[in-house]
């Protein structure tokens, strides 16, 4: 049978454990960070993004814009989370080619505050300030 050589031998071990560890690496930095995703149809999600081995969203919530029922000159923002939907879900899996931008949000963000401290209403829905109020 044919033998390699013990320094092509460990060459090899190395770069395997060099790619076990890159993978590990990957997956860890992708998972457990809240960031906003825009997709192409214009709807907005919030949640934990994991981009490795697929982009995937989990406690993922609709960011939708509505009128305020009390002045309709102003805009309303509600996170509406995924598993109160009628087709709950606890994860999300994203078709990258169908989102624009995605990135991390800002521990001051007023989505990550609502997420965070979970005041929501009876039907699953937040209502969250305006960027502009104060």
């Not at 993978?23 to 981009?51: C, D, H, N, P, R």
């Not at 994860?91 to 963000?109: A, D, H, R």
């Not at 005041?119 to 109020?133: C, F, I, K, R, Y």
């Amino acid at each position: 049978m044919f033998k390699l050589p013990m320094a092509k031998q460990l060459g090899g071990f190395v770069v395997l454990v060099a790619i076990i560890l890159f993978g590990f690496w990957a997956y860890s930095a992708s998972q457990g960070q809240y960031s906003v995703v825009y997709a192409t149809s214009g709807e907005i999600y919030i949640g934990k993004l994991a981009t490795f081995p697929r982009l995937t969203l989990t406690e993922a919530h609709a960011l939708i814009t509505a009128k305020d029922v009390n002045d309709p000159t102003k805009a309303v923002f509600r996170m509406n989370p995924f598993s109160s939907a009628v087709w709950a879900t606890d994860k999300v899996y994203l078709n990258p080619e169908q989102v624009i931008f995605y990135g991390p949000l800002l521990e001051t963000s007023a989505a990550l505050k609502g997420i965070i401290d979970k005041n929501l209403s009876p039907e699953g829905e937040q209502v969250l300030p305006a960027a502009n109020s104060k």
